[in-house]
């Protein structure tokens, strides 16, 4: 079969599956990103390994649950051995390269232990985790940040040479707004979400970085590439540049998924979340009307951005080479659940948008067309090996290649369901529940009709998503559904049980070792 020659890996951080058009929006038209649903397969019901940007991008790029590779949170380092996209594709001499955030964090002891340092080729490699850092940036600058991180941020640079001046323009123009007496007023308040900042739109980062994908692919010339443009926006901080900060008002807003029936004696752990001052700031009146406006125009011109994009690889003659995927690393609350941020695992949360366009011939059967099989985040690094020809991993991945999916072939053996957990030592919630570090973990099994989360010493919660799929009804405590719960407690197990573990020895090799002894003369267990 054809491979692929390049591959374009987009991300937008923090885009609902719900907030595109393709996707049922009735008021947040996203043409481009639908015009490539219309070339591609849509994937209706993909889910991340972790509702939580870190774990969730490392089970991206690994192929692997948090649960395997170990990089929980956020600042938690993937740890050194683990191998990511551009481990498995540069072999086959694919460039792997980041344009914009990763949110991954060097595993310093081990590479210490080892004696690498960032600044050799194998060192930068290991420290970034596998990719090369073509233009690097997740996206969060606040200046004492900053400023502990040594000062230097190339899009800070990029915009000083532009005539923003200061210390940080970062936080000072691109996320920031105009005061009325002539002040600046921080991105980071959300109340400060629908002015418009201070950035021209060109300059923005959403801008900047379609620019540098673009320079790296021209780069590139011929050679095979994989360009990973992972969008910082909408992430917060809220703020858009005019003339995205006004587009869209009240009118347009998707009501918020919410009941009070919810609060009537909630599950402990998601009691002690709706807690958090985020979560409270939200579920205030008035907040999701200054803040959506900010994350509905982002969204609109990260979209504009890619539609000029798209139309530039078809005019270089890049577009019948190259594999694109479009998705997200989680969701976001927006108030829903009387939550802020991400986190839990409402579909909101843990649920994105996932489409991918194959430009083979094989491809043509499932063109424009979409799937509600259950697809999971680690499902990406199987299909980019096998639509690449590079060496499969079996003993490594967890995900399965959506390949067959994507030219119309019928699986038979697809699982059914899908997995994702959460380590939540690190919020005040673990505080307010006052268990310990090693203890703040929950873990979700979704099937076609039910939705299980176990949380350690606490109830579990269950939703019925065939009778509530707002999930609004826990069951989790409900004697009348407690061979559900057993079954699906059974479920999980079994997929935790199910990792792979074994990961410095591929099968082909534990297949050879039977009879090796025998033949190298150690002789076990025989009478004679």
């Given at each position: 079969m054809n491979t692929v020659k390049n591959v374009l890996f987009i991300m937008a951080d923090q885009l609902r599956w719900d907030y595109l058009s393709c996707y049922g929006h009735p008021n947040l038209k996203t043409p481009n990103i639908d015009k490539l649903a219309s070339r591609g397969l849509r994937f209706d019901r993909a889910y991340v390994q972790s509702p939580?940007?870190?774990p969730s991008r490392a089970s991206f790029y690994t192929g692997r649950t948090v649960f395997s590779h170990g990089a929980t949170w956020n600042r938690v380092p993937?740890?050194?051995g683990e191998l990511t996209l551009g481990d498995y594709l540069r072999p086959i001499g694919v460039r792997t390269a980041v344009v914009g955030k990763t949110h991954m964090m060097p595993d310093k002891e081990g590479m210490a232990r080892l004696g690498l340092n960032g600044k050799t080729e194998i060192g930068c490699l290991i420290s970034q985790p596998g990719f090369d850092p073509y233009e690097r940036d997740d996206g969060l600058h606040p200046t004492p940040l900053l400023r502990k991180r040594g000062g230097k941020l190339r899009?800070?640079?990029?915009?000083?040479?532009?005539g923003y001046e200061g210390e940080n323009p970062w936080n000072d123009y691109a996320n920031s707004a105009d005061g009325p007496d002539g002040d600046v007023l921080s991105g980071w308040y959300l109340k400060n979400s629908n002015l418009p900042a201070r950035v021209k739109e060109e300059h923005s980062e959403t801008a900047y970085m379609t620019m540098r994908a673009r320079d790296f692919i021209n780069e590139m010339g011929d050679a095979p590439w994989l360009c990973h443009l992972s969008y910082i926006k909408p992430h917060w901080p809220y703020i858009a540049p005019a003339p995205y900060h006004d587009m869209y008002g009240p009118e347009t807003f998707l009501p918020a998924v919410r009941d009070e029936v919810e609060r009537h004696d909630p599950n402990p752990v998601f009691a002690a979340f709706m807690g958090m001052e985020v979560s409270e700031t939200f579920s205030r009146q008035g907040t999701r009307e200054i803040v959506l406006p900010a994350y509905m125009g982002l969204i609109k011109q990260i979209d504009d951005h890619l539609g000029r994009l798209f139309d530039w690889l078809e005019e270089i003659g890049k577009s019948d080479e190259t594999m694109i995927v479009m998705t997200s690393d989680h969701g976001d609350y927006l108030g829903d659940h009387w939550l802020g941020e991400k986190e839990l695992f409402h579909e909101v949360s843990v649920r994105v948008p996932l489409i991918i366009y194959d430009p083979r011939p094989e491809a043509d059967a499932t063109r424009g067309t979409a799937t509600d099989v259950l697809v999971e985040a680690i499902d990406l690094v199987p299909t980019f090996l096998e639509a690449t020809g590079a060496p499969s991993a079996e003993h490594r991945l967890e995900g399965r290649s959506l390949q067959r999916l994507l030219h119309g072939q019928a699986s038979t053996d697809w699982r059914d369901a899908v997995f994702s957990e959460i380590d939540y030592a690190f919020y005040a919630a673990r505080e307010t529940l006052d268990v310990g570090l090693s203890d703040a973990r929950g873990y979700m099994l979704r099937t076609e009709r039910w939705k299980y989360v176990h949380f350690r010493h606490f109830p579990p919660q269950l939703f019925?998503?065939?009778?509530?799929?707002n999930e609004f009804q826990d069951l989790g405590r409900d004697p009348d559904h407690e061979d559900v719960r057993q079954r699906m407690h059974a479920g999980l197990l079994d997929r935790l049980t199910?990792?792979?573990?074994?990961?410095t020895m591929n099968d082909d090799d534990v297949r050879a070792m039977r009879g090796d002894e025998d033949r190298a003369g150690i002789i076990i267990g025989k009478w004679g």
């Open positions: 939580v940007c870190g993937l740890p050194i899009y800070n640079d990029w915009l000083r040479e532009r019925d998503l065939e009778n509530d799929p199910m990792r792979k573990n074994r990961v």
